[in-house]
């Protein structure tokens, strides 16, 4: 069965704090991507990474950056989080081998920073 | 003009209604049309895709596109309370590039009602 896991499902930390948001898939899939889902703004694109240790600007990359060391990984950091920040993160991979692009997604991560 | 715009609701029904949910979308070039339903404190899972025009049927649930106007409609028969969830249209962009991105809408919450 397809997985996506994230590292944790709640999150609180304070304003100022390194943040490590943490990616895994199983199913060797070489584009990984980043989201955060605000209520009224949908989802939106904060990086995406086709290859390991390639990566390449979403929508809203300001105050992110990722790190993706092997191809089953992809992590997101907040290298000082501010309180704007607060939102669902969510992960996601695909193959990029059908033409219609499934993405998979985990089961995100509520990040509070206060 | 935003690629993809889809009314965010919140939509509220009485079990056994039929749901209609759309999106409009600004590219006529776009082939491949997706939507995905989310549970509430879950990640986004694909719910059905459909190609070019016409519709699709999977159970309860039909998937519409009309090319000419650029819409697209996921309809929901008999709707029961275990179809509340957000429905979110998705579009794969056809050109160039990096065409394992998707496009997402918004999102449009429905609540359907014992």
């Known amino acids: 069965d397809v997985k996506v896991t994230q590292s944790s499902r709640y999150l609180v930390k304070r304003t100022g704090e390194k943040v490590f948001l943490e990616c895994v898939q199983d199913m060797d899939h070489e584009n990984m991507f980043w989201y955060r889902q605000d209520p009224g703004l949908g989802l939106r694109l904060i990086y995406f990474?086709?290859?390991?240790?390639?990566?390449e600007k979403g929508d809203i990359p300001e105050g992110y950056s990722v790190s993706r060391e092997k191809k089953e990984r992809f992590s997101l950091i907040l290298e000082s989080a501010s309180t704007n920040q607060t939102s669902m993160y969510l992960c996601a991979s695909t193959s990029g081998g059908l033409a219609y692009n499934e993405q998979f997604f985990g089961p995100g991560t509520r990040l509070t920073v206060l | 003009q935003k690629e993809v715009e889809q009314d965010p609701g919140p939509l509220s029904v009485p079990e056994g209604a039929i749901v209609s949910l759309n999106c409009t979308y600004s590219?006529?070039?776009?082939?491949?049309f997706m939507w995905y339903r989310q549970y509430s404190r879950k990640g986004p899972e694909l719910l059905m895709y459909t190609y070019s025009s016409g519709n699709k049927e999977d159970g309860r649930f039909t998937a519409q596109v009309d090319k000419s106007s650029k819409y697209i409609s996921l309809f929901i028969r008999d709707s029961q309370p275990s179809d509340s969830a957000t429905y979110l249209c998705?579009?794969?962009?056809?050109?160039?590039?990096?065409?394992?991105?998707?496009?997402f809408g918004k999102g449009t919450l429905l609540t359907v009602n014992p």
């Open positions: 998705a579009i794969p962009p056809n050109s160039g590039g990096s065409n394992y991105k998707l496009t």
């Open positions: 590219n006529s070039a776009f082939q491949y």
């Open positions: 990474s086709y290859d390991v240790k390639m990566k």
